[in-house]
C-alpha cells in the first residue's frame, strides 16, 4: 500500500497552491489587424462593442494597427514591444493569404502567444467572417485549467472577462485514453492492487481540482466579483467534453493557456482548443 500510496503522490503535484485572487488591470490594448485603414474603425467597433459588458470604453487606450503599419514579425514585435500592451487583439490566420488554413492560427499569431508574454484575444477575421458570427458581447467564459494550478493568472483573467451575475466555467477534462494507458502501465506491476490503483487514482484525478476550484469559489466570494462560478470535472475526449459543453451554454469566451513549462506552445491544450472552436472568441494566456 505504500507503494500506491508513493504513486498517487505524483499525481499530487498538480495541485501546488491554491487559487491566489489578483486583480487584472487593462489600460492598453493594441488591434492588430491587415486590413487598410478606412476599414479599421467599423473592425474596432465591433471588438469594442464585444468587450463593453465588462471594459467601459473610457477606461483603457486603445491603439490599431492596419495593414500598411507592419508588413513582417519584426515590424510587429517592435510596436508590440513598443506599446506594452496589457491585452492583444487580433484574429486568426492575420496576414494569412489562404482561408483554407484552418489547422493553424497562423505564424504571426503563433509568435504573439510563444515569443512574447502578453495576453492575445482572438476575435473572428473580417475577412473570411460576416460581422454576424461574431458572438455580440462578453458573457458566458469557459476557462479550461488541465492541470496549471500554479499558474492563477489563468484564472484571474477568467474572472476579469466574466461580466458581473455572468457564468464563469472552469473546466477540467482528464484524458481517458491517457488515463487508461497508465492504469495499464500500472496494472503490470504485481506489487499493486489494481482495483485499489483505478479507484484511489481516478478519486485523486477528481479531489484536486475540486479542492481548487472549491478555493477559486472561495477568493470569488472574498473579493466580491459576483459571478455564478461553475466546476465542470469530466473526464473523456477533451475536445468532445467541451464541444459538448459549448453546444448547452451560450458561450462568449473560451480562455486557454498556450504554453506549458517547455514552452511547446504548439502542442498545448490551449492551442488545440483555439484551432478547433475558430468560430468563437478565444483568450490565450
Known amino acids: 500500500m505504500r507503494d500506491l500510496g508513493e504513486f498517487v503522490s505524483v499525481f499530487r503535484r498538480a495541485l501546488r497552491d491554491q487559487f491566489e485572487y489578483r486583480p487584472i488591470d487593462l489600460k492598453r490594448i493594441l488591434l492588430v489587424t491587415d486590413l487598410e485603414a478606412d476599414q479599421i474603425p467599423a473592425y474596432q467597433e465591433l471588438v469594442q462593442y464585444f468587450l463593453d459588458p465588462e471594459f467601459p470604453r473610457d477606461s483603457y487606450q486603445l491603439k490599431a494597427l492596419g495593414i500598411n503599419d507592419w508588413?513582417?514579425?519584426?515590424?510587429?514585435?517592435?510596436?508590440?514591444?513598443?506599446?506594452?500592451?496589457?491585452?492583444?487583439?487580433?484574429?486568426?490566420?492575420?496576414?494569412?493569404?489562404n482561408p483554407e488554413?484552418?489547422?493553424?492560427?497562423?505564424?504571426?499569431?503563433?509568435?504573439?502567444?510563444?515569443?512574447?508574454?502578453?495576453?492575445?484575444?482572438?476575435?473572428?477575421?473580417?475577412?473570411?467572417?460576416s460581422p454576424g458570427t461574431f458572438a455580440e458581447q462578453l458573457g458566458t467564459v469557459v476557462v479550461a485549467t488541465e492541470?496549471?494550478?500554479?499558474?492563477?493568472?489563468?484564472?484571474?483573467?477568467?474572472?476579469?472577462?466574466?461580466?458581473?451575475?455572468?457564468?464563469?466555467?472552469?473546466?477540467?477534462?482528464?484524458?481517458?485514453?491517457?488515463?487508461?494507458?497508465?492504469?495499464?502501465?500500472?496494472?503490470?506491476?504485481?506489487?499493486?492492487d489494481?482495483?485499489?490503483?483505478?479507484?484511489?487514482?481516478?478519486?485523486?484525478?477528481?479531489?484536486?481540482?475540486?479542492?481548487?476550484?472549491?478555493?477559486?469559489?472561495e477568493q470569488i466570494r472574498i473579493h466580491d466579483k459576483r459571478v455564478q462560478l461553475t466546476s465542470v470535472i469530466e473526464v473523456g475526449n477533451i475536445i468532445d467534453r467541451y464541444r459538448d459543453l459549448i453546444a448547452r451554454?451560450?458561450?462568449?469566451?473560451?480562455?486557454?493557456?498556450?504554453?506549458?513549462?517547455?514552452?511547446?506552445?504548439?502542442?498545448?491544450?490551449?492551442?488545440?482548443?483555439?484551432?478547433?472552436?475558430?468560430?468563437?472568441?478565444?483568450?490565450?494566456i
Open 249 to 284: 451554454e451560450p458561450v462568449s469566451l473560451l480562455v486557454f493557456t498556450t504554453k506549458d513549462d517547455t514552452q511547446l506552445a504548439m502542442h498545448s491544450l490551449g492551442h488545440s482548443l483555439a484551432v478547433e472552436f475558430r468560430d468563437l472568441p478565444v483568450l490565450l
Open 194 to 217: 489494481n482495483e485499489v490503483a483505478r479507484e484511489k487514482i481516478a478519486e485523486q484525478l477528481r479531489e484536486m481540482p475540486l479542492h481548487y476550484s472549491e478555493s477559486v469559489a
Open 101 to 129: 488554413m484552418l489547422t493553424s492560427l497562423g505564424v504571426f499569431v503563433d509568435s504573439l502567444t510563444q515569443i512574447t508574454p502578453y495576453p492575445v484575444l482572438l476575435m473572428p477575421n473580417p475577412h473570411y467572417n
Open 147 to 192: 492541470h496549471r494550478y500554479a499558474d492563477h493568472s489563468l484564472i484571474n483573467f477568467g474572472i476579469r472577462f466574466t461580466p458581473i451575475h455572468n457564468s464563469l466555467f472552469l473546466c477540467h477534462i482528464e484524458d481517458e485514453a491517457t488515463f487508461e494507458y497508465y492504469m495499464k502501465a500500472i496494472e503490470k506491476i504485481p506489487e499493486i
Open 71 to 97: 508588413t513582417n514579425w519584426a515590424d510587429l514585435r517592435i510596436h508590440v514591444d513598443d506599446e506594452q500592451p496589457d491585452l492583444v487583439v487580433t484574429y486568426r490566420r492575420l496576414r494569412a493569404p
